[in-house]
């Protein structure tokens, strides 16, 4: 393809693009498509000949849209937000266009400082302490996701505490996201299960303090601790403080997850849940590709000392010696992730953060958690419904009453009322469980819904509640 013929068919796509965001709402929000229906419409060989651009457009709007989850839809409310936007979408167009792979410093010296930049911004946007900054001995680095800096900051902390892998142990609680357990068990480490606070969902300190004295007594390393700050399942917020005095007391890495919340500290009236990172967090991770309006994936790792972390994953054969590398004056990103390889990952976030501003953004964050207590607010006011009182972000859980029935009947019914209001295609929800109950996960924050998105959100829950009860259920 030429640069002139890359011209008129990167047009077609951002028409494409523009047509697609533009009437997103009249298809249903969750593919309806069987498993194996796509693949069974797609040719099972390559072509011979090379094919008109054209033909791609049109089977992703005839074969593979019926098989696409529109993430990007105003009724999409199942999952956290994976938010895109236009500049979003623009800069990692860019990156493309450069097609530049910034493994080291010197293989583009742009792609490195621009991102050293961009995650010193983003720690000022939301208030993260001055030692995450690329100023001292930490910094930031963009990773693929939170799964990766959760490794990444694993490493770092297993190469800090030295020893043995299978003396050292990781702390997490029932409510930790999964990618943790699986970090320790790549890692080939031992993983010990926190309590929980069984209204807040919250991890409890003081076990936590137990089972580190524990493991000291046996003469086991405790390693890292990871605390939360909105977990997935209900956005409970670990008391980070608290578990910070304890890993400090102990030498303990803690790592603090907010994957999702993270970002909304850029508005000052959630900045609370920052606290204790500045005194005590070794490392942070958030993504601005869930509520931040970056196209995923872009999640960000912070992280105090960045010496451990570059200990555990540099290695320089050959081929990489360069003389900015022997100089130590520049940042190599490669040590800081897990592939070598990388694109030029700042283009997207640095092209969002200019389009909106500071400002920007913390209309969005606020859009999406005035979503949340509108949609709260009708559910609180109808004697059908429970809404869980804890809803600081944009997710809000609640269920359905249904009276004289047992857990397990009540657990059938949500989840059948959840499946009719998915088949419907209008809008998308998910559940979780909280102890023994099946609850329903309703998470705002695309910058497509709007209030009146909302309204009809409920009011089709409401209708298909009553249609339920109606029907004799
Ligand atoms: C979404 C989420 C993750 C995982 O994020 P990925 O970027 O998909 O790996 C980790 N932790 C929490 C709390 C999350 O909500």
Redesign the pocket.
């Known amino acids: 393809m030429t640069p002139e013929e890359f011209r008129v068919h990167g047009k077609q796509v951002v028409d494409w693009i523009a047509d697609y965001l533009g009437s997103i709402e009249k298809h249903p929000v969750r593919s309806r498509v069987e498993p194996g229906a796509i693949r069974a419409a797609l040719p099972a060989h390559p072509p011979e000949r090379g094919e008109p651009f054209e033909n791609v457009l049109a089977d992703l709007g005839d074969v593979l849209l019926p098989g696409i989850t529109h993430w990007q839809h105003p009724g999409f409310f199942a ?2 937000p994976a938010n895109s936007s236009g500049p979003g979408i623009l800069g990692d167009l860019l990156s493309s266009g450069l097609g530049v792979q910034g493994m080291l410093w010197a293989t583009s010296p742009a792609c490195t400082e621009l991102e050293t930049v961009v995650v010193d911004w983003l720690a000022e946007l939301l208030g993260l302490p001055e030692r995450f900054r690329t100023t001292g001995s930490g910094g930031g680095v963009i ?8 490794l990444v900051a694993l490493l770092a902390a297993l190469e800090r505490a030295g020893g043995d892998r299978q003396e050292c142990a990781v702390y997490v609680s029932s409510q ?5 357990e699986r970090a320790a068990r790549i890692a080939g480490v031992p993983v010990r299960s926190v309590r929980v606070d069984q209204d807040s969902l919250a991890m409890d300190a003081g076990h936590l303090a137990e089972l580190v004295a524990d493991d000291v007594a046996a003469g086991l390393v405790p390693a890292m601790a990871c605390a ?1 700050t ?3 399942s209900t956005t409970a917020v670990d008391p980070v403080r608290k578990i910070g005095e304890v890993c400090a007391r102990h030498g303990v890495w803690l790592h603090v ?5 993270g970002v909304s500290a850029v508005c000052p009236e959630l900045r609370w849940i920052n606290d204790g990172v500045a005194e005590y967090a070794d490392s942070y ?1 958030t ?1 601005p ?2 509520w931040l309006l970056t196209n995923f ?1 872009c ?1 960000v790792l912070w992280i105090a000392d960045s010496a451990p972390m570059v200990a555990a994953l540099s290695t320089l054969p050959e081929y990489l010696r360069n003389s900015a590398t022997s100089s130590g004056e520049v940042v190599d990103y490669r040590d800081w992730q897990i592939p070598l390889g990388r694109r030029f990952k700042a283009l997207k976030l640095w092209s969002v953060i200019r389009w909106y501003g500071a400002e920007g953004l913390r209309g969005h964050i606020r859009t999406g958690v005035r979503h949340a207590a509108e949609f709260a607010t009708l559910a609180e006011a109808d004697p059908g419904f429970e809404v869980r009182a804890h809803r600081p972000f944009g997710l809000v859980c609640f269920r359905p009453l249904w009276a004289g029935r047992s857990e397990v009947e009540h657990n059938a019914l949500t989840l059948e009322l959840m499946e009719r209001i998915n088949a419907s295609g209008a809008m998308y929800l998910s559940h979780t469980k909280v102890g023994d109950s099946v609850v329903l996960r309703m998470a705002f924050g695309s910058p497509a819904t709007e209030s009146r998105h909302v309204l009809s959100a409920w009011r089709r829950v409401r209708e298909e509640y009553e249609r339920m009860g109606s029907a004799g259920n």
Do not use: V
Request: charged share 15%; hydrophobic share 25%.
């Open positions: 999952y956290f990773q693929g996701s939170a799964s990766e800096a959760s930790t996201h999964s990618s943790l939360t909105g977990t997935t997850d907010a994957a999702y919340a991770a993504n590709h869930k994936d999640g």
